[in-house]
């Protein structure tokens, strides 16, 4: 078995340790700020704003969850604030999710080359190899929540209070890594008290390490009690993306004010909005979307990657029939529990069909496609390469070059230019708004200049200002009205031909499908 | 209850199935152009963006020029037949039946073709189907998907024998949950309601 676990790890570990700087092309803003947060805790043992351990990060507009923050430490200090530091922790746990997900398989009750297999189909699966490869907090809290409903049935089938312990640890480290866990742990873990409350009687047998299971509970989930109920850390978040929010809902809204009775009873609010809710919900149903588009490696109407590759689909098909043939009831109940309350959290929310949000409903999936092998692996096999090289072609050649500046493509370039002339400059402006097709995106560049300058922390938590840069829309003429030397980054937008003239471009960085993203400009001529 | 009398009281709730008929003429009118409209739609097909796209990404767009062995075992006109088959799949798609309709008079908008509390027993009738090997079935459902799909269509007129079928897995799906057929039927017949006020206002 030892063998196999290495070869899955290898297998994992190359999916997403591969260039894993160079794809995808840029860190995104999450991760330059997780990053630099991270590198402020190792440095001042405060966060950027100057919070000491904080459990909430507060961040541009809202607040992140504070698992990555505190993940990231180890590897910034052994790798430094780089890239790789930044990506490093996920795609490591990324990779031993492929591992822990066998673990979790057999303790299902599913046969040994079944589990296996389902560890190989999450190394190499799409779905979670993109998300693995960027430093996100959905695979973090993935692999808490897998680890804790093996260690979970572990603890049931040893009655252990240690693995009991370990249950608890890792299902509230899901909760407090990502926003989706937090609505979907909690059921989860409902649902397992209900169906195997009988198999938990045991922990009532010993009040000493009952008290030190509550006390472990307590630990984890009273902070984060506080944080919903006292503070708006988790409230906002939930407003932020609340499907409440959207305008296609809220126009359609009377927000009480009928005209009729019948319309009172037939269009009212309560109905639009069950309604609306239920469109998002359904539209996770769907077989495009599984198997042939949802990863958005290319623009709209171009051949894309779905969730999984198109060789698990006869797989799904023979998993499903499998499953229902089965004498397990638990494994029955805990697949159908989760087929209908994985995409819940995230039909709650804006976007439609949210790939990262929905990744708490990847395990479905994996117990079923890891039980259909049987009757199709030498189709899966013939095809999987041809699979994969696909997906690999869209993701190393399609992703870069159509959405370059979706990844904030040019900032990284744009900091670390600005950090190496910063002394030749009296102010440096860097403009949030960027896009090829007009100032359509707005980024934050002050934390990739914090990021690639390697800022220090301590300048810049209390005053939040980083010396002689500005973030903001560039002004051409103003500036020039300053009479000082001046090094304007920013798109074309800014720097209508008529008022810039060609030789103040000093430098131009294109996004990768070659369109101009960013022009070096100085005030003075060189 | 007994099987058929819960198939014909759900098909009764379903405010679509009314609209189809209430809408007869119209109904029978693209019926009897599907051949026309099957002829229109192959030739679409034959031209469509999706056969420009798949050439785009083989040459890897305007400046990279790439025509490789492997760029040309990856994207060919394979890519042009499955995706066409997720569009034949699409015809199935439970949002359609059981949420936004198809936006035309036999399910105008806001109104939901057949109920949606019906949705989740949908599947489970799914899984039944699978369970029991009813090859029959698939192969009627399958044909019907076919008619539509050749069309080009996606209304419900063209559709309706599906609808009926929807409705017909959901009572398998819903048959062996009796405490809740009760809260089905009411939203059954709300919906019924909406349909008649949606009409008349």
Known sequence: MAKYFLIIFIIAATFRFWQLTSYPVSLTMDEVAIGYGSYSLLHTGRDDWGNILPIAFKSVGDYKPPVNFYLNIPSIFFFYLSEFAVRFPVALLGTLTSLIFIIFLRRLGLSKSAALFGGFWLAILPWHVHYSRYGLEAITALYFLIAGVACWLTALSKKSYFWMALAIINFSLSVWAYHSNRLFVPLLVSFLIIYQHSQLKYIFQNTKKLCSLIIILLIFAGPFLYLTFFSEVIKQRAAMTSILREQSLLLTLHNGNYSSLSQRIFDNDLYLIFHHWLGKYTNYFDLRFWFWKALDFSPPGYPDSGLFYLVDLPLLVSGIFILLKSKNKFLKSLTLFWLFIGPLASSFTMNEQHTLRTLVWLPFFGIVIAMGLHRFKYFYFAFLLLNIFFVKDLYTKSLPRYFSEYWQYGFKQAAVYACEHKDEYDRIIISPTFGSLGPLLTGIPDYYVLFYCKYPPQKYMFTKKIDKFDFTRVDWRNQLQMHDKALLISAKWDYPLVTAPEENVIKRIDYLNESPAFYFVTTQNK | ?201
Not at chain 2, 113 to 125: D, H, T, V
Not at chain 2, 128 to 142: C, G, P, Q, T, V
Not at chain 2, 169 to 193: A, E, F, N
């Open chain 2, 1 to 201: 209850m007994k099987i058929k009398i819960l198939f014909i009281l759900l098909l009764l709730t379903s405010p679509s199935f009314w609209l189809v008929l209430v809408h007869l003429p119209q109904t029978l009118s693209y019926w009897q152009h599907l051949p026309q409209s099957v002829v229109a739609n192959i030739k679409s097909k034959s031209q469509s963006q999706y056969l420009i796209y798949i050439d785009e990404l083989r040459w890897a767009g305007r400046s990279f020029h790439r025509n490789d062995l492997l760029s040309r075992v990856l994207y060919n006109k394979t890519l042009f037949v499955i995706q066409e088959s997720f569009d034949f799949i699409q015809y199935a798609q439970p949002k359609l039946y059981f949420l936004a309709g198809d936006g035309s008079v036999f399910s105008p908008r806001r109104l939901e073709p057949i109920s949606s509390l019906l949705f989740p027993f949908w599947i489970l009738g799914i899984l039944e189907i699978l369970k029991n090997r009813r090859a029959f079935f698939m192969i009627l459902y399958s044909l019907f998907m076919f008619i539509a799909y050749a069309s080009g269509q996606k209304n419900l007129a063209l559709l309706f024998p599906i609808l009926i079928l929807n409705v017909y897995i959901s009572t398998l799906g819903l048959k062996d949950h009796r405490r809740v057929i009760p809260l089905v039927l009411i939203y059954g017949l709300y919906i019924s309601g909406m349909n008649i006020w949606l009409s008349t206002s």
